[in-house]
């Protein structure tokens, strides 16, 4: 296969706190690839709000997110596939999981606030994996933090060494644009250009430059430059090495409302940023030039289509060129699976995949034999393990209104599950039905999905548990606990036994009962 093929592909999600700017940012990098015309297509922030707070809407706000769960465009020769973390924490769980089909990804923060929680939080998932980072400090524009103050806040809180590509001159309404450490040019920001389109004002000067001192006023250059010998003095010098690795974060300071440094970012990620890696599978290492097609499923996703009841699998390529009507092994059931209508997303519509490679994601209609961690192949008994599932932080027994439906119930609970949107568990004893989630919204999608898809109405009811922890050891031991503790245990959708957790004391009572079994918070597909 051509080299050129997965080189030039870049594989990568933003992370960010919600309000940082992502959506904004997602927008002007698919104008700036020309995959939208102007701003303002890929949703709105008031659109989002108003269905957050109305349940009856929950439908319609999946739809407006899903259709922009991955966004594939071109820009200068690469192919980019950005892929969407649903923002708002209750869906963190969805989040992980798109941050294992990603090769980069870029972390936005806003000027103001500096490194907030949910940051936090996908960045220590982003470590785990060893995902290289490039950071965008947004809303320039506006009154924020002293640039160095953040940077010290990434370099502390992270611990991730810093390597500023650009530098801010000025801040809030004085901001005028930013000084390009790396290629010595200054990059101008132009207030009164029209936001919704591609234009982006870019003038080269020299810092030296006398017109510089005439164009952002004695004071500003003054600043900068001693700002500028500051940075050289007390930042790392950007090593591609060190960021590929994980361990250095090139920064950017911008403005997407303005459409500002957005240019560069994407040149970064064209220049810097890792095409698709190797990906470990269970038993060898993957590489993406390998002829034979390999991929896995990190997220299904129903109702893409709110007209119809489709659900897609999301398949990341991990290696191969994949054909449309390919037959590929689906390793799990060891069943054989043509794949005739394969989609690829673009910024606004989906086409059908003709050709599709490593790096690239892939659409399956999938009517409930692909999960969530399973691996596709050409024929090779390959798994990719690593897609992780959660401990639930809130549980609560689910009911169907009508008794009659209680077997309706089940299976939509099993389809549900399968495709990662809760953690289900049926009791050992009395066979009941608990509900596991991270956030509490899940509850409301969850009935509101289970009532309009399936047709059942539920109810929820409080449970004395709190968590649950996955069991492993061997089977009799296993076994034997299950038979102890009957009442608080209880099997996930897949079968596995898991334990029923009312607190801290009751787990570490069982834990000491029974020293050789694994109490898992997480358990990977
Ligand atoms: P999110 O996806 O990370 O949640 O953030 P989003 O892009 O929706 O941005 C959150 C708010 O911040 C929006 O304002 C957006 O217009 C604003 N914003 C984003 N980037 C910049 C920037 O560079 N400068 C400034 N000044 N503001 C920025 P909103 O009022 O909440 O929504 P809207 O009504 O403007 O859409």
């Known amino acids: ?258 459409n500002f440094g957005v240019k560069e970012l994407l040149d970064s990620l064209l220049s810097i940023a890792p095409p698709p890696r190797a990906f470990q599978a269970l038993t060898r290492s993957v590489k993406p030039e390998e002829d034979a097609v390999t991929g896995f499923i990190f997220k299904i996703q129903a109702n893409m289509d709110p007209k119809h009841r489709d659900r897609i699998a999301f398949m990341r390529l991990c290696s191969g060129h994949f054909k449309r009507g390919m037959k590929l092994c689906h390793v799990r059931s060891g069943k054989q699976l043509i794949l005739h209508n394969p989609t690829l997303f673009l910024a606004q519509e989906r086409e059908l995949a003709e050709d599709a490679f490593a790096g690239d994601i892939v659409g399956i209609p999938n009517h409930g034999n692909l999960r969530i961690g399973d691996t596709l192949t050409e024929g090779e008994k390959l798994a990719f393990g690593g897609i992780p599932s959660f401990a639930p932080e809130l549980l609560q027994k689910v009911r169907a209104t009508d008794p009659m439906k209680a077997k309706h119930l089940s299976s939509a609970l099993l389809e549900i599950a399968e495709e990662g949107g809760a953690s289900v568990f049926k009791t050992q004893m009395g066979s009941e039905w608990l509900v596991g989630v991270i956030g509490a919204l899940q509850f409301q999608i969850l009935a509101d999905r289970v009532r309009t898809e399936y047709n059942v109405p539920v109810t929820f009811e409080s449970t004395i548990y709190t968590t649950a922890r996955w069991l492993d050891g061997s089977p009799a031991d296993v076994k034997k606990l299950m038979d102890s503790y009957a009442a608080c245990t209880a099997y996930d959708y897949e079968n596995m036994p898991v334990f029923l957790v009312r607190n801290d004391w009751h787990l570490n009572k069982v834990q000491e009962e029974f020293p050789s079994v694994r109490f898992l918070k997480t358990k990977e597909h």
């Open 1 to 258: 296969m051509s080299e050129d093929v997965f080189t030039k592909r870049r594989t990568f999600a933003i992370i960010s706190h919600p309000d940082a700017g992502k959506t904004t940012l997602t927008e002007k990098l698919l104008l700036f690839g020309g995959a939208i015309a102007t701003a303002g297509a890929v949703k709105s922030k008031r659109e989002q709000r108003a269905a957050r707070s109305d349940w009856m809407k929950v439908e319609q706000e999946r739809g407006i997110s899903v259709a922009s769960s991955v966004m594939t465009f071109e820009y200068n020769g690469c192919t980019f596939n950005l892929l969407d973390t649903p923002g708002h924490e209750d869906f963190s769980e969805d989040t992980y999981r798109v941050l294992t089909a990603v090769d980069s990804a870029v972390m936005v923060i806003d000027a103001a606030k500096g490194i907030e929680a949910q940051t936090y939080k996908l960045f220590e998932v982003c470590r785990l994996r060893d995902i290289p980072i490039i950071t965008f400090i947004n809303k320039m524009d506006r009154d924020g933090r002293d640039p160095f103050a953040l940077l010290q806040e990434i370099e502390d809180r992270l611990a991730l060494d810093v390597a500023p590509i650009t530098w801010p001159i000025g801040s809030g309404r004085s901001f005028v644009g930013c000084w390009d450490i790396a290629q010595s040019r200054l990059r101008f920001m132009d207030r009164s250009a029209d936001k919704s389109t591609r234009a982006d004002s870019q003038d080269f000067y020299d810092l030296q430059d006398p017109k510089m001192a005439a164009l952002i006023g004695e004071g500003a250059h003054k600043q900068l430059c001693e700002d500028v010998e500051m940075v050289k003095a007390l930042c790392q010098p950007f090593d591609k090495t060190a960021y590929l690795e994980g361990h250095l974060t090139p920064v950017f300071f911008g403005s997407a409302i303005y």
